[in-house]
C-alpha cells in the first residue's frame, strides 16, 4: 500500500461510503418527491397548466439534484446531512399525501 492510503481510518471510508449512498439513493428518492410535490403544487398555485407544471418541476428537479450532492459532501457533519435528509423526506412525502 501507498503511504497517503495507510493513514486513512476504516471509519473515515465508512462515512465517506454513506455520503456516496446518500448522495445516490437519497438525492434521487428526495428529488421524486420534490418533483412530485411541485409538480401537483404548481398548477394550483401559479395557475399554469398540468403539463407546464410537470416540466417545470421536471427542469428543477436537475438542478436540485446536483446541489443536493454538493451539499452532501460539503457538510462537516454526516449525521447532520442523515437527519436534515430524512426530515426533508418526510415533510416531502406529508405534503404528497395532503
Known sequence: MSEKTTGVSAR?????AGRFVLAGVGGYGLTALLSTVLAL????????????????????????????????FATCSAWRVWC???AAALGLYAAVLW
Do not use: D, N, Q
Open 41 to 72: 403544487a404548481l398548477p394550483w398555485i401559479a395557475g399554469v397548466s398540468r403539463a407546464e407544471g410537470v416540466l417545470i418541476a421536471s427542469l428543477l428537479s436537475f438542478t436540485f439534484y446536483t446541489l443536493y450532492v454538493l451539499w452532501v
Open 84 to 86: 436534515w435528509s430524512a
Open 12 to 16: 473515515y471510508r465508512w462515512e465517506v
